[in-house]
T-cell receptor
Protein backbone atom coordinates (compact mmCIF):
# COMPACT_ATOMS: atom_id res chain seq x y z
CA UNK A 1 0.00 0.00 0.00
CA UNK A 2 1.25 3.42 -0.97
CA UNK A 3 2.31 5.61 1.94
CA UNK A 4 3.06 9.30 2.31
CA UNK A 5 3.55 10.12 5.96
CA UNK A 6 3.70 13.57 7.50
CA UNK A 7 5.30 13.76 10.90
CA UNK A 8 2.45 15.51 12.74
CA UNK A 9 -1.31 15.92 12.28
CA UNK A 10 -1.54 18.98 14.53
CA UNK A 11 1.17 21.39 15.60
CA UNK A 12 1.11 24.57 17.68
CA UNK A 13 4.18 26.81 17.58
CA UNK A 14 5.07 30.27 18.84
CA UNK A 15 5.86 33.24 16.63
CA UNK A 16 9.55 33.32 15.80
CA UNK A 17 10.16 29.60 16.33
CA UNK A 18 11.91 27.52 13.69
CA UNK A 19 9.49 24.82 12.55
CA UNK A 20 10.24 21.59 10.69
CA UNK A 21 7.54 19.68 8.84
CA UNK A 22 8.65 16.26 7.65
CA UNK A 23 7.30 14.16 4.81
CA UNK A 24 8.39 10.59 4.10
CA UNK A 25 7.31 8.42 1.17
CA UNK A 26 7.89 4.72 0.56
CA UNK A 27 7.22 4.64 -3.19
CA UNK A 28 10.64 5.66 -4.55
CA UNK A 29 9.05 8.64 -6.31
CA UNK A 30 11.29 11.30 -7.76
CA UNK A 31 8.89 14.22 -7.32
CA UNK A 32 7.85 15.63 -3.97
CA UNK A 33 5.78 18.74 -3.26
CA UNK A 34 4.78 20.93 -0.35
CA UNK A 35 1.46 22.79 -0.50
CA UNK A 36 -0.47 24.92 1.91
CA UNK A 37 -4.26 25.01 1.89
CA UNK A 38 -6.27 27.99 3.09
CA UNK A 39 -10.03 28.62 2.98
CA UNK A 40 -11.05 30.31 -0.25
CA UNK A 41 -7.58 29.96 -1.76
CA UNK A 42 -7.29 26.23 -2.30
CA UNK A 43 -3.94 24.44 -2.44
CA UNK A 44 -0.94 26.55 -3.34
CA UNK A 45 2.52 25.25 -4.13
CA UNK A 46 5.30 26.31 -1.77
CA UNK A 47 8.28 24.28 -3.00
CA UNK A 48 8.91 21.12 -4.96
CA UNK A 49 11.79 18.79 -5.66
CA UNK A 50 12.50 16.61 -8.70
CA UNK A 51 15.45 14.79 -7.18
CA UNK A 52 17.69 14.51 -4.17
CA UNK A 53 19.30 17.84 -3.27
CA UNK A 54 17.24 19.61 -5.94
CA UNK A 55 14.57 22.16 -5.07
CA UNK A 56 12.44 24.62 -6.98
CA UNK A 57 10.34 27.50 -5.71
CA UNK A 58 6.62 27.26 -6.16
CA UNK A 59 4.11 30.10 -6.11
CA UNK A 60 4.49 31.16 -2.46
CA UNK A 61 8.03 30.30 -1.23
CA UNK A 62 8.54 33.41 0.93
CA UNK A 63 9.20 32.53 4.55
CA UNK A 64 9.88 28.87 3.77
CA UNK A 65 12.82 26.70 2.82
CA UNK A 66 13.11 22.99 2.05
CA UNK A 67 15.60 20.17 2.33
CA UNK A 68 15.85 16.92 0.41
CA UNK A 69 18.92 15.00 1.51
CA UNK A 70 17.41 11.58 0.82
CA UNK A 71 14.99 10.54 -1.89
CA UNK A 72 12.28 9.45 0.52
CA UNK A 73 12.26 12.54 2.74
CA UNK A 74 11.27 16.11 1.94
CA UNK A 75 11.31 18.64 4.76
CA UNK A 76 9.61 22.02 4.88
CA UNK A 77 11.22 24.59 7.16
CA UNK A 78 9.68 27.74 8.54
CA UNK A 79 12.76 29.75 9.48
CA UNK A 80 10.86 32.10 11.82
CA UNK A 81 7.19 31.17 12.14
CA UNK A 82 4.63 33.93 11.81
CA UNK A 83 0.90 33.96 12.44
CA UNK A 84 0.16 34.24 8.70
CA UNK A 85 1.74 30.82 8.29
CA UNK A 86 -1.09 29.24 10.25
CA UNK A 87 -2.49 26.81 7.70
CA UNK A 88 -2.96 23.21 6.61
CA UNK A 89 0.23 21.87 5.03
CA UNK A 90 0.09 18.96 2.60
CA UNK A 91 2.90 16.93 1.13
CA UNK A 92 2.48 15.07 -2.16
CA UNK A 93 4.56 12.77 -4.32
CA UNK A 94 4.39 11.40 -7.85
CA UNK A 95 6.62 9.73 -10.39
CA UNK A 96 8.32 11.68 -13.18
CA UNK A 97 5.91 13.26 -15.65
CA UNK A 98 2.17 13.39 -15.21
CA UNK A 99 1.21 10.47 -13.04
CA UNK A 100 -1.13 9.87 -10.14
CA UNK A 101 -0.35 12.05 -7.14
CA UNK A 102 -0.31 10.70 -3.59
CA UNK A 103 -0.91 12.95 -0.61
CA UNK A 104 -0.01 12.85 3.05
CA UNK A 105 -2.72 13.28 5.67
CA UNK A 106 -1.84 16.93 6.23
CA UNK A 107 -0.42 18.92 9.13
CA UNK A 108 -2.58 21.61 10.64
CA UNK A 109 -0.13 24.20 11.93
CA UNK A 110 -1.18 26.98 14.27
CA UNK A 111 1.28 29.78 15.02
CA UNK A 112 0.41 31.77 18.11
CA UNK B 1 0.86 29.33 -16.33
CA UNK B 2 -2.37 27.41 -16.11
CA UNK B 3 -5.49 28.72 -14.42
CA UNK B 4 -8.05 26.27 -13.10
CA UNK B 5 -11.64 27.24 -12.36
CA UNK B 6 -14.19 25.04 -10.65
CA UNK B 7 -17.92 25.42 -10.27
CA UNK B 8 -19.96 25.45 -8.20
CA UNK B 9 -18.04 26.38 -5.03
CA UNK B 10 -20.71 24.84 -2.81
CA UNK B 11 -23.32 22.25 -3.60
CA UNK B 12 -26.07 20.80 -1.45
CA UNK B 13 -27.98 17.78 -2.72
CA UNK B 14 -30.55 15.31 -1.48
CA UNK B 15 -29.57 11.68 -1.26
CA UNK B 16 -30.08 9.97 -4.60
CA UNK B 17 -29.58 13.06 -6.76
CA UNK B 18 -27.27 13.17 -9.76
CA UNK B 19 -24.43 15.61 -9.20
CA UNK B 20 -22.14 17.42 -11.64
CA UNK B 21 -19.03 19.42 -10.79
CA UNK B 22 -17.28 21.35 -13.55
CA UNK B 23 -13.64 22.25 -14.10
CA UNK B 24 -12.08 24.41 -16.81
CA UNK B 25 -8.46 25.27 -17.41
CA UNK B 26 -6.61 27.74 -19.60
CA UNK B 27 -3.47 25.98 -20.89
CA UNK B 28 -3.46 22.78 -22.94
CA UNK B 29 -2.63 19.70 -20.91
CA UNK B 30 -2.23 16.00 -21.45
CA UNK B 31 -4.18 14.89 -18.37
CA UNK B 32 -6.18 16.22 -15.44
CA UNK B 33 -6.69 15.01 -11.87
CA UNK B 34 -9.83 14.80 -9.76
CA UNK B 35 -9.22 14.57 -6.03
CA UNK B 36 -11.42 14.10 -2.98
CA UNK B 37 -10.82 15.62 0.45
CA UNK B 38 -12.84 14.53 3.46
CA UNK B 39 -13.15 16.55 6.69
CA UNK B 40 -9.89 16.01 8.57
CA UNK B 41 -7.78 16.90 5.56
CA UNK B 42 -6.57 13.76 3.80
CA UNK B 43 -6.67 13.96 0.00
CA UNK B 44 -7.12 10.95 -2.24
CA UNK B 45 -6.83 10.76 -5.98
CA UNK B 46 -10.07 9.74 -7.70
CA UNK B 47 -9.11 9.94 -11.36
CA UNK B 48 -6.36 10.97 -13.67
CA UNK B 49 -7.70 11.21 -17.20
CA UNK B 50 -6.37 12.35 -20.52
CA UNK B 51 -9.33 11.76 -22.82
CA UNK B 52 -12.92 10.60 -22.92
CA UNK B 53 -14.41 9.16 -19.80
CA UNK B 54 -13.46 7.10 -16.75
CA UNK B 55 -15.82 5.39 -14.32
CA UNK B 56 -15.27 4.10 -10.82
CA UNK B 57 -18.38 2.88 -9.05
CA UNK B 58 -20.83 5.78 -8.94
CA UNK B 59 -18.21 8.32 -10.00
CA UNK B 60 -17.73 9.29 -13.63
CA UNK B 61 -15.17 11.76 -14.94
CA UNK B 62 -15.14 13.17 -18.44
CA UNK B 63 -12.70 15.44 -20.22
CA UNK B 64 -12.76 17.41 -23.45
CA UNK B 65 -9.16 18.32 -24.22
CA UNK B 66 -10.09 20.64 -27.11
CA UNK B 67 -12.57 22.60 -24.99
CA UNK B 68 -10.27 22.54 -21.92
CA UNK B 69 -13.10 21.29 -19.73
CA UNK B 70 -13.73 18.36 -17.43
CA UNK B 71 -16.69 17.23 -15.36
CA UNK B 72 -17.09 14.94 -12.37
CA UNK B 73 -20.45 13.24 -12.02
CA UNK B 74 -21.82 11.34 -9.04
CA UNK B 75 -24.80 9.10 -9.67
CA UNK B 76 -27.25 8.15 -6.87
CA UNK B 77 -25.46 10.43 -4.40
CA UNK B 78 -25.12 9.34 -0.78
CA UNK B 79 -24.28 11.26 2.43
CA UNK B 80 -20.88 9.53 2.50
CA UNK B 81 -20.07 11.39 -0.77
CA UNK B 82 -20.00 14.62 1.25
CA UNK B 83 -16.51 16.01 0.78
CA UNK B 84 -14.55 18.65 -1.08
CA UNK B 85 -13.83 17.73 -4.69
CA UNK B 86 -10.81 19.32 -6.33
CA UNK B 87 -9.59 19.30 -9.90
CA UNK B 88 -5.93 19.83 -10.73
CA UNK B 89 -3.96 20.36 -13.93
CA UNK B 90 -0.27 20.64 -14.79
CA UNK B 91 0.93 24.05 -13.66
CA UNK B 92 2.52 24.97 -16.97
CA UNK B 93 0.46 22.76 -19.23
CA UNK B 94 1.69 19.65 -21.00
CA UNK B 95 2.53 16.72 -18.81
CA UNK B 96 4.39 18.11 -15.84
CA UNK B 97 3.78 16.61 -12.42
CA UNK B 98 3.74 20.07 -10.83
CA UNK B 99 0.01 20.77 -10.40
CA UNK B 100 -2.20 23.78 -9.97
CA UNK B 101 -5.50 23.26 -8.21
CA UNK B 102 -9.02 24.55 -8.45
CA UNK B 103 -10.41 26.04 -5.24
CA UNK B 104 -12.60 23.01 -4.71
CA UNK B 105 -16.31 22.24 -4.61
CA UNK B 106 -17.76 21.52 -1.19
CA UNK B 107 -20.48 18.91 -1.59
CA UNK B 108 -23.00 18.15 1.12
CA UNK B 109 -25.45 15.32 0.54
CA UNK B 110 -28.45 15.30 2.89
CA UNK B 111 -30.23 12.05 3.81
Amino acid sequence: DVKVTQSSRYLVKRTGEKVFLECVQDMDHENMFWYRQDPGLGLRLIYFSYDVKMKEKGDIPEGYSVSREKKERFSLILESASTNQTSMYLCATCEQGLTEAFFGQGTRLTVV
Amino acid sequence: KNEVEQSPQNLTAQEGEFITINCSYSVGISALHWLQQHPGGGIVSLFMLSSGKKKHGRLIATINIQEKHSSLHITASHPRDSAVYICAAPHYGGSQGNLIFGKGTKLSVKP
